[in-house]
């Protein structure tokens, strides 16, 4: 009898249809059955991604889709430029370095949006740079990047490429693909997508298409080219995770009869509602500008965020910490995907009992009214 | 009412518990559950491996550990050696040219197993070749290559490893990766796991660990040193395909009691049982030797395979056709994972009435009790 609450930024919990439909036996792959639904899984990520390009999904974690979004585009000696403001960001330059790419970091302050001015800095030092690399929502501290404004300065330069990792943007809050020009979007399953891991999304523009043409990096199973040949036809080139993309199916058909936009607003709803509860606690918030899919907080200065952590775990929510040196001063709420204002107020309540258990000053219930009124419209 | 019946060498079909323990609400990857769940599923599958190795698991389908199995433990220029006798011993030499590789091919007709004097003589030709790449079952053919022999080959040249794709023998039929010497064996979730795709194996040798220290080739995502150090502590370096994990468990609780032999033993019977089958209608067999996962039967010479593919289909039963060039000519049965001797007398039984459909000449009932007297033991 003790139901636990996931309040993670992913894996995220899986409505009961969706983990049924994928607990139905197994399709063959290679079926005219199983191209249709691969097809029109294809097809309806489109406005979920917000673009008429094709939308490509792959066999692996979201990581594996960022791999892809360097090996199919640079060469051999490319510069590309990363931001590097959270652990997701230093991540693409550690792929960059791995295949030996040169790679201009942007230090940004974990919690700090980049400026504008800096990748226009970094821009016109390496005006060949391959790709500007960047994450619309850095799931380890909450921030969102300005990708409009990235993908306006890349827009000019023919041979610059704008990336974006939206893997927990996608499905939560603007991020107008083709309407801004950004050039790559990555995102993965166990996200806004409500899903396991194990699926991973790859959408790319024509400019992105024109410039795999010259790719000589090598790689196989990331093959984005051969994906995109096949995945016209319906078939993934190597097996596809079935029961993923059969779960997908239900998730899109709930995306789409809610909208895009009815979406987003209610992920901006249950973000706005979490941070109106933490302020209204006397915390302050990490991230600046803050994005709609985790809500990160600064432990009060006398506490370790692992006390909080474990205190809310102990009443059966589970939230997460920070990582690298942010661990044990900030805590995380995840509310990207299958989450209610009810979720939302039921860890705000136990943060508040475990807040006052470690001995932190505020009047009882102030973080979960003033969460309710965000959600009460008020 | 249509009940169908899914006779393919992969995707097998699932048992119902392991679909319903996929079905609960999804566990979060980095929690101590969790940990020990991998860590209890990477014990487990050493007996099922033969193997005192740690067994890495990856996110992705077979076909990008059949990546790593390259790219983690070649250097720059290395020279392979493959075994191209189907489509799946090709793309052991497509992975390898990706890389930049010199691949040296043994072809072999499609059907037959590699001679031990063929790859003698290539190492004999090409003394500090990286590896051998070979399949221990050529899913596109049946065949069952000589794993035991070219171990041995490799097993007394220090800077040759022999990797084997045991996609569709790991679970199926005796692999003694420890045992015999085998290197590195890679195997895949949908297959004798019974699980849905999106689930990589891979297991090394100490030899093999060796020469990844010496690797020079760009990897990321499928980086087996990362994944063996975080593995180790019941992490995966990237989000786990939790679910598949799940499965895995319940799988794995299956195969242990039934016990490794016993499981080798349960598809041999299968598989003689196809065989036998097959042969007292008056057809033949593709491979020479076959393997024990799938059984390839060429269609008489005046009959399209195609047409007896769609005819059992017609009676709701999937049965597998041939790729490239035997398009048309043969047709698969596949027989590892959850499979019964009901199974194949129903599938036998199938054919039997396509084949008179098409004309072909037989005493009805010769396939289905040609069968049974293989599973009576008589």
Same mark, same amino acid.
Request: aromatic share 0%; proline share 0%; no cysteine.
């Given at each position: 009898m003790q139901k636990r609450l996931l309040m993670t930024p992913g894996p995220t919990p899986i409505p009961g249809d969706v983990l049924l439909a994928m607990a139905q036996p197994i399709l063959h792959h290679r079926t005219p059955e199983f191209k249709g639904l691969l097809k029109s899984c294809g097809d309806d990520l489109q406005p979920i991604f917000a673009t008429n =390009? $094709? %939308? #490509?999904m792959l066999s692996s974690s979201g990581t594996g889709a960022m791999e892809a979004a360097i090996t199919n585009f640079c060469r051999h000696g490319d510069t590309i430029i990363t931001v590097a403001g959270g652990k997701f960001g230093q991540r693409w330059g550690q792929i960059g370095r791995a295949y030996g790419l040169s790679v201009v970091e942007? =230090? %940004?302050e974990w919690g700090q949006a980049v400026e504008l001015s800096a990748i226009e800095e970094a821009l016109n030092e390496h005006p060949g740079a391959r790709g500007i690399y960047v994450q619309a929502s850095e799931t380890s501290t909450g921030v969102r990047h300005p990708v409009q404004g990235i993908a306006a300065l890349c827009r000019t330069r023919s041979e610059t490429l704008c990336v974006v990792d939206g893997i927990t943007a996608v499905g939560v809050e603007p991020l107008e693909m083709d309407k801004w020009g950004v050039d790559i979007v990555v995102s993965g399953s166990q996200k806004a997508f409500m899903l396991p891991p194990g699926l991973a999304f790859i959408a790319c523009s024509e400019k992105a298409w024109a410039m795999a =043409? $010259?790719?000589d990096l090598p790689r196989f199973y990331f093959d984005l080219l051969k994906e995109r040949k096949n995945q016209a036809t319906g078939q993934t080139a190597y097996t596809s995770p079935v029961s993923l993309v059969v779960g997908l199916r239900k998730v899109l058909d709930r995306m789409l009869a809610m909208g895009v936009e009815a979406l987003h607003e209610h992920h901006d709803t249950l973000a706005r509602g979490t941070? @109106? /509860?933490? #302020? @209204? #606690? /006397?915390?302050? #918030?990490l991230a600046n500008p803050p994005a709609t899919s985790v809500t990160a907080a600064w432990a009060p200065d006398d506490m370790d965020a692992g006390d909080i952590i474990k205190g809310i775990g102990q009443r059966n929510i589970k939230i997460a910490g920070g990582q690298d040196h942010l661990k044990g001063r900030i805590f995380r709420i995840g509310h990207l995907g299958w989450f209610s204002q009810a979720d939302i107020i039921a860890t705000l309540s136990a943060l508040e009992c475990t807040l006052a258990d470690l001995g932190h000053e505020f009047s009882p219930g102030v973080g979960v009214v003033a969460a309710a009124a965000v959600f009460e419209g008020k």
């Open positions: =390009e $094709q %939308v #490509l942007i =230090e %940004v =043409e $010259q790719s941070r @109106a /509860g933490i #302020l @209204a #606690l /006397g915390l302050k #918030l």
